[in-house]
Antibody, heavy 119, light 107 residues
Framework: EVQLVESGGGLVKPGGSLRLSCVASGFAFRSFGMNWVRQAPGGGLEWVASINDNGGSIYYADSVKGRFTISRDDAENSLFLQMHSLRAEDTALYYC????????????WGQGTLVTVSS | DIQMTQSPSTLSASVGDRVTLTCRASQTVSKWLAWYQQKPGKAPQLLIFKASTLQKGVPSRFSGSGSGTEFTLTIASLQPDDVAIYYCQEYSTYSGTFGQGTKVEIK
C-alpha cells in the first residue's frame, strides 16, 4: 500500500525557518517525482515545488522561490522542504504528493502537516 | 503562467441528478488535465487524468471530457458520498496549476 506521511509542521514566527519531511512507503520511491502542495485554511490547492525522480529537475512556485528548497533522500525514502524567511501567507497545510515521471498528475497524497506562521 | 478557472464556485443538486463542472484554461493545455476530489478534512484524491481517463477505483458515474482550453467533469447520478470540493489541474507545464475549486452539495 502506498503511504506518504508528512511531519515537521508547527508554529513559527515570521522570518523563521522550518523543515518538513515526507516519508514514503509501499512503492519504489526513487522511481517517482515528488511534489509539495499547500492549502491555506479554507483555501484552494497551490503547487509549491517539485523534484523529479533523479533530483536533476527542480521547480518552485514564484511565491516561494528563493526561500524554500525541495530535496530528496532516496536511501531514506524521504522528501524534504526546507523553508526560510517564513511569512504569514505561508500558513497552510502542506501535502507531499507522488508523480509518475514528470509533468504528470499527482496520484497519491499524504495527509498533510500544518505550518502556522504567526507572532 | 497558465490560469485555471472553474465554474460554478458552488453547485447544489439533488441525489440522482446529473451534474457538470467546468474548468477553463487561459491557454491550451492539450489533454493534460486532471480532476481531484477533496472530501472535508481529507487529502485530495485523483479522479481523472488526461482529461478523460478514470483513475483505478473511481466509480464509473464520474467522467471527464474536453481538450485545449475547456474541460468538464460530469457526475452521472449524484450520490451523498460525492459531497466534496472538486479541483482541476493542468499538468502541461512543470507548475501544475490548480483551479480554485467547485464545491458540490446535496440539495
Amino acid at each position: 500500500e502506498v503511504q506518504l506521511v508528512e511531519s515537521g509542521g508547527g508554529l513559527v514566527k515570521p522570518g523563521g525557518s522550518l523543515r518538513l519531511s515526507c516519508v514514503a512507503s509501499g512503492f519504489a520511491f526513487r522511481s517517482f517525482g515528488m511534489n509539495w502542495v499547500r492549502q491555506a485554511p479554507g483555501g484552494g490547492l497551490e503547487w509549491v515545488a517539485s523534484i523529479n525522480d533523479n533530483g536533476g529537475s527542480i521547480y518552485y512556485a514564484d511565491s516561494v522561490k528563493g526561500r524554500f528548497t525541495i530535496s530528496r533522500d532516496d536511501a531514506e525514502n524521504s522528501l524534504f522542504l526546507q523553508m526560510h524567511s517564513l511569512r504569514a501567507e505561508d500558513t497552510a497545510l502542506y501535502y507531499c504528493a507522488r508523480e509518475e515521471g514528470s509533468a504528470n498528475p499527482f496520484d497519491y497524497w499524504g495527509q498533510g502537516t500544518l505550518v502556522t506562521v504567526s507572532s | 503562467d497558465i490560469q485555471m478557472t472553474q465554474s460554478p464556485s458552488t453547485l447544489s443538486a439533488s441525489v440522482g441528478d446529473r451534474v457538470t463542472l467546468t474548468c477553463r484554461a487561459s491557454q491550451t493545455v492539450s489533454k493534460w488535465l486532471a480532476w481531484y476530489q477533496q472530501k472535508p478534512g481529507k487529502a485530495p484524491q485523483l479522479l481523472i487524468f488526461k482529461a478523460s481517463t478514470l483513475q483505478k477505483g473511481v466509480p464509473s458515474r464520474f467522467s471527464g471530457s474536453g481538450s485545449g482550453t475547456e474541460f468538464t467533469l460530469t457526475i452521472a447520478s449524484l450520490q451523498p458520498d460525492d459531497v466534496a470540493i472538486y479541483y482541476c489541474q493542468e499538468y502541461s507545464t512543470y507548475s501544475g496549476t490548480f483551479g480554485q475549486g467547485t464545491k458540490v452539495e446535496i440539495k
